[in-house]
């Protein structure tokens, strides 16, 4: 484990100033002797809010405020901890502050160093770190619900009963190597770590197999609308967002760039492209635009063909014949209300014809793809690319049934290294700076 710093730090943890009530906390080996000067008093019973009333050097009352101490290792971050819930002014905070930053040994704390301190102290693995930021950020239900089941264990606990299993593999195998000759290791050993290691190799790909899921739901359900000049991309997407984000015009090629919005789409967050009119053009900015549109459609995961006229479009539908796609008719008010062979959809984003309907698609689209009740997946890049690490050692050691038991039990050590590679377990030094930059001052 890394020595935690020997600073004492301090930070507002709760939301920007003014507020009814702010939240300053103070980590470290001098949090409490921070207390007694702030308050002139003796600490109050541990993880018990006591009033008491804040001063400064002048003995001055600052404010009144709610005092919890945490002494170590029972607190957030396993050091000596303090909370001081005060009025949420800002000339409060800055008198508060001004008092700190006199005593030697403290100092404002970093980007989410009481959470990088948890994690040095044992408090919290990695895994659950990440879970924490994504809770921290989460905007829907879903998001919500993927992030607590990372931050309270539940997908560590997974992983480390695999890295389990995998130990106890060793183990046997181990036994076998060094006590061939002895009755208590039975020959049938051999037979049943091949047949745990086949089971794991199942768990792990199937649980694999949930990580699109993972994706969609923590960074969005990608759906880029496609079609022609003045087909109604921006309409729709101001229409879909509910304000204007896209200037709209009669013009063709208005849309010269890719505009995007999120929206909470029934707990799960879909980012909505618009794109340049999709044509062929001297203008070398419009050309951008559409080379744009098409890398956009290329990486969504649903396009909607827009297309306000009955014949097809030039090249929108075959240049995209290989993804999932819908036909959607646009500007439905000024044609016939019946729905054209080879549309999926008839629309008038304009007058709100058939966004009702466009919104449930797009609910069956991700629904498709994301099993709403599996929220135990991999949420990140980083986690998959362990996993299929691992699952490829694990298949490694199953397929070399030719070679040697200690290569084939080397196998296994990788894969468990690459799992705890995951929750920390093992050197990731490397991730740490970037993992807590995503955490905001003072968590």
């Known amino acids: ?82 909370e001081i819930h005060s009025h949420g002014s800002r000339a409060v905070l800055a008198s508060i502050f001004a008092e700190l930053e006199n005593l ?24 659950e770190v990440e879970g924490l930021a994504d809770l921290l950020q989460a905007e829907t239900e879903m998001q919500r619900r993927l992030a607590v089941e990372q931050s ?10 695999w890295a389990s299993r995998l130990t106890r593999a060793r183990a046997l195998i181990e036994a076998e190597l060094d006590f061939a000759d002895e009755e ?20 792990i790909g199937d649980h694999l197999q949930g990580g699109e899921s993972g994706e969609i739901i923590r ?3 990608k759906v880029a609308l496609v079609g022609e000049p003045n087909a109604g991309k921006s309409t729709l997407l101001n229409a879909l967002s509910g304000r204007d984000i896209a200037i709209v015009t009669d013009i063709a090629g208005t849309t010269r760039d890719v505009l995007s919005v ?34 956009t459609a290329e990486t969504a995961d649903l396009i909607l063909l827009l297309q306000d006229k009955d014949s097809s479009p030039k090249q929108s539908l075959e240049s995209f014949k290989n993804q999932s796609y819908l036909r959607v008719r646009t500007k439905t008010a000024l044609h016939s209300p019946i729905l054209d062979d080879g549309f999926d959809l008839s629309i008038s984003a304009k007058e709100g014809i058939g966004l009702n309907e466009l919104r449930s698609m797009l609910k069956q689209e991700i629904e498709k793809r994301v099993d709403a009740g599996q929220t135990l997946v991999p949420a990140r890049a980083r986690h998959k690319k362990r996993l299929e690490e691992t699952l490829n050692y694990v298949s490694d050691a199953l397929d070399s049934g030719t070679l040697d038991l200690a290569i084939r039990s080397e196998y296994l050590r990788l894969a468990a290294t690459s799992l705890g590679r995951i929750t920390g377990r093992v050197d990731v030094e490397d991730l740490l700076g970037v993992i807590f930059s995503e955490f905001c001052i003072g968590k």
């Open 104 to 127: 030697e040994g403290l100092r404002p704390a970093d980007a989410g160093e009481f959470s990088r301190r948890a994690f040095e102290n044992g408090k919290m693995d990695l895994l």
């Open 184 to 203: 208590d290791v039975p020959d049938s050993v051999a037979a049943q770590v091949w047949e745990a290691m086949a089971l794991l190799k199942k768990e």
């Open 262 to 295: 999120d929206i909470n789409l029934e707990g799960y967050l879909v980012r909505i492209f618009d794109t340049a009119g999709i044509r062929e053009t001297q203008d070398v900015v419009e050309l951008e635009g559409v080379r744009r549109a098409v890398l």
């Open 152 to 161: 309270t264990g539940k997908l560590s606990a997974l992983y480390d009963g």
């Open 219 to 221: 960074d969005g359900f």
């Open 1 to 82: 484990m890394m020595p935690a710093s020997a600073d004492t730090i301090y930070a507002l943890s709760s939301g920007a100033l003014p507020a009814g009530v702010a939240v300053l906390r103070i980590s470290g080996s001098r949090a409490f002797d921070a207390l007694k000067m702030l308050t002139g008093r003796e600490l109050p019973s541990p993880r018990k809010a006591t009033l008491f009333s804040i001063r400064n050097r002048n003995d001055e009352i600052i404010d009144q405020a709610l005092v919890i101490a945490f002494p170590a290792p029972n607190s957030f971050t396993g050091e000596h901890c303090v």
